[in-house]
C-alpha cells in the first residue's frame, strides 16, 4: 500500500525517483503485438437463458419474471452449431452452456445437432454456474464435458401441465366459451383441469420424454439403464460431484475446455490458435414482421417481452430446474 506521492520511488532503482506518465502519455509509447488468425480455428458456440423454441432473444427492459430475460432459441442455436460444422477452418467447437434447461422438445433439438457436430469434428462442453436439465440433455453427446466445481448440473427429468383459469375468468368478470370436437381436444384448454383419461395421456407423455432423455444421456455418456436411473429422477448434481458419478469428465475453466479441444483435434498443444465466436448467420433470422405495431406497442423491448411470454404458455412439456439453489460454503 502506497501514497501517490511515494509510488516514483517505489519504482525506482533506489537512486533516482522513476519518471511517471500519465496514460495518455505513455499510450503512444505502447505498441499492441499484431496477432495473426491461424489457418485452424477453434470455434465457440454459446447457449444462455433459458432454452426455448424459435429465436434466441434478450428481453432489452428489467423484468421481474425468471427465466423470461434471457432465452436461447432453438433455432438459433442450432444454426450457429451448423455454421460451425460448415467451417472447415474450425477445428474443433467449444459449446458454453449457461442455463437451467427449457423446452424439452427444443432440447433434443440441440441435442440431435451436438451429436451430429460431434461425428464431423470434436465439441467440448464448457458449462457455466448452471447447466440443468435440458443444459445437461443439450450437453450429453459432447465429446467431454468441463464444470467447475460449483456447477449446477444434472437435474434430469421432465415435468408438465397445465394452469387452470376458469375462476380467475370469473373473478374478472370475463366469459370464455371454447367449441371442441374430440376426445382429447381440450387436453391443454386453460378452462377445464385435466379428466382422468388426460391425466394419464399426460402422464404418458411426459414418461416418454423422460425415457428419451435417460437414452440421449445414457448414449453419450456410456452408463447403463440402472446407473442412469440412480443419477437420475431430477437430482442436482455440484460440478464435483458430478464429476464423481460420470456427469462431467474434467473440473476447470475455459482454458481446461480449450486444451481439450486442441487435444481431441489433433492440434499442438502448446501452439495459440485463434478462438472465434460462431453466431448464425444474420439473413436466416427473419425481422419483425409488424415492425408498426411494434412501436406502437412500447418498442422492441415490450414486443419482445410479450412474444417471450407467449412461446413460454405455449410449451407443455420441460426439461427444466423449476427452483433456485443456491451453494453457501
Known amino acids: 500500500m502506497l501514497y501517490e506521492d511515494e509510488?516514483?520511488?517505489?519504482?525506482?532503482?533506489?537512486?533516482?525517483?522513476?519518471p511517471l506518465l500519465t496514460w495518455r502519455e505513455a499510450a503512444r509509447w505502447l505498441r499492441q503485438p499484431v496477432k495473426w488468425t491461424t489457418r485452424q480455428l477453434i470455434g465457440v458456440v454459446s447457449l444462455e437463458g433459458l432454452i426455448v423454441p424459435g429465436r434466441s432473444r434478450r428481453i432489452p427492459i428489467p423484468v421481474p419474471l425468471p427465466f423470461v430475460e434471457a432465452q436461447a432459441g432453438a433455432e438459433t442455436i442450432v444454426q450457429a452449431l451448423r455454421r460451425a460444422e460448415a467451417d472447415r477452418r474450425i477445428a474443433a467447437v467449444i459449446f458454453h452452456v449457461e442455463t437451467p434447461g427449457g423446452s424439452a422438445l427444443a432440447s433434443d433439438l440441440i441435442c440431435r445437432e451436438v451429436r451430429r457436430l460431434r461425428e464431423r469434428k470434436p465439441?467440448?462442453?464448457?458449462?457455466?454456474g448452471q447447466a440443468t436439465s435440458g443444459g445437461y440433455y443439450v450437453s450429453a453427446p459432447a465429446n467431454r464435458i468441463v464444470a467447475r466445481p460449483t456447477t449446477l448440473t444434472g437435474s434430469i427429468g421432465i415435468w408438465g401441465g397445465k394452469f387452470v383459469a376458469a375462476g380467475l375468468y370469473r373473478k374478472l368478470g370475463i366469459g370464455r366459451e371454447a367449441v371442441q370436437r374430440g376426445a382429447m381436444a381440450g387436453l391443454y384448454s386453460e378452462l377445464t383441469p385435466f379428466s382422468d383419461e388426460e391425466r394419464a395421456r399426460v402422464r404418458r407423455d411426459l414418461g416418454e420424454a423422460y425415457a428419451r432423455f435417460k437414452a440421449r444421456v445414457a448414449e453419450g455418456r456410456g452408463l447403463t439403464e440402472e446407473r442412469m436411473e440412480e443419477i437420475a429422477r431430477g437430482r442436482v448434481w455440484t460440478g464435483a460431484q458430478a464429476r464423481e458419478i460420470g456427469l462431467v469428465d474434467?473440473?476447470?475453466d475455459f482454458e481446461t475446455a480449450l486444451a481439450?479441444?486442441?487435444?481431441?483435434?489433433?492440434?499442438?498443444?502448446?501452439?495459440?490458435?485463434?478462438?472465434?465466436?460462431v453466431r448464425p448467420p444474420r439473413h436466416e433470422l427473419l425481422?419483425?414482421?409488424?415492425?408498426?405495431?411494434?412501436?406502437?406497442?412500447?418498442?422492441?423491448?415490450?414486443?419482445?417481452l410479450l412474444d417471450a411470454l407467449k412461446d413460454l404458455a405455449r410449451e407443455r412439456t420441460w426439461a427444466l430446474a423449476p427452483w433456485t439453489i443456491r451453494i453457501q460454503g
Open 123 to 128: 465439441v467440448v462442453v464448457l458449462m457455466g
Open 260 to 277: 481439450l479441444a486442441k487435444e481431441l483435434a489433433g492440434l499442438k498443444p502448446e501452439r495459440e490458435y485463434t478462438v472465434v465466436q
Open 250 to 252: 474434467e473440473l476447470g
Open 7 to 18: 509510488l516514483s520511488h517505489h519504482l525506482s532503482d533506489g537512486t533516482t525517483n522513476a
Open 287 to 304: 425481422p419483425s414482421p409488424f415492425p408498426l405495431v411494434e412501436e406502437r406497442a412500447g418498442g422492441r423491448g415490450l414486443w419482445a
